[in-house]
């Protein structure tokens, strides 16, 4: 990347923190109290990472009108919010310190294909509010991750904003969004091509800091 970076956008699961546990937790209590016969798996929901709401729920309940797919994604989403404040998941080693560090000297922001108020749920439940200037989920919109990303380039008039994600679906939306793409291995999926990769966060940290 030739110009230097003035803002890091970032993708929620799989970048951020692993909360596959409570997803397949929250999809099974939604199902059963909305009796549907159906249960996932945690490999089943980590190959949907990344997805929007429509395709999952196109995958898994291939069978159901679109308004009975949102009512059961309702419940859905209502066992996940429960569990996300309640439980949590596993937040990625050095995520924490290192947004505290990168606030200081980059805007931040956060874009998931998540429903809409999940992202907020996960800054507080990770103590990271007061350092995210922003977020924007697939839920508010029902747009795609490159939609909102330009949302948030023009709303905050970015000059070189990255987006950092996991899967080779964040690659793409960064590419149609025109800004570089920072690749996570260690997160839910693969990516053909980045600018940049990182194995850790903390690593990323440091590389951002120096710059």
Avoid at 42 to 66: A, C, F, H, W
Avoid at 70 to 89: D, F
Avoid at 117 to 145: C, H, R, V
Avoid at 159 to 164: E, L, R, S
Wanted: net charge negative; aromatic share 14%; charged share 25%.
């Amino acid at each position: 990347m030739n110009n230097k970076p003035d803002s890091l956008i970032f993708d929620m699961d799989g970048t951020l923190w692993d909360a596959l546990d409570i997803y397949v937790s929250s999809w099974n209590a939604g199902l059963q109290e909305e009796k549907v016969e159906r249960t996932v798996s945690r490999e089943e929901i980590s190959s949907m990472m990344g997805m929007d709401s429509q395709k999952v729920l196109n995958t898994i309940l291939p069978d159901y009108s679109r308004e009975k797919q949102y009512s059961i994604y309702e419940t859905i989403n209502r066992h996940r919010a429960q569990q996300v404040e309640t439980i949590g998941g596993t937040l990625y080693d050095g995520v924490k310190e290192g947004i505290i560090k990168l606030s200081e000297k980059y805007k931040l922001f956060i874009v998931s294909n998540c429903p809409k108020g999940m992202i907020t749920l996960f800054m507080k439940w990770a103590g990271i509010s007061q350092y995210i200037t922003d977020e924007m989920a697939y839920g508010f919109n029902s747009k795609p991750k490159s939609h909102n990303i330009r949302l948030l380039v023009e709303k905050y008039n970015l000059a070189n904003p990255v987006y950092i994600g996991d899967t080779e679906g964040d690659r793409l939306e960064s590419e149609l969004a025109g800004v570089p793409f920072v690749f996570f291995s260690f997160g839910f999926g693969n990516a053909q091509s980045y600018h940049l990769k990182f194995d850790d966060f903390q690593s990323f940290t440091d590389y951002y800091l120096k710059l």
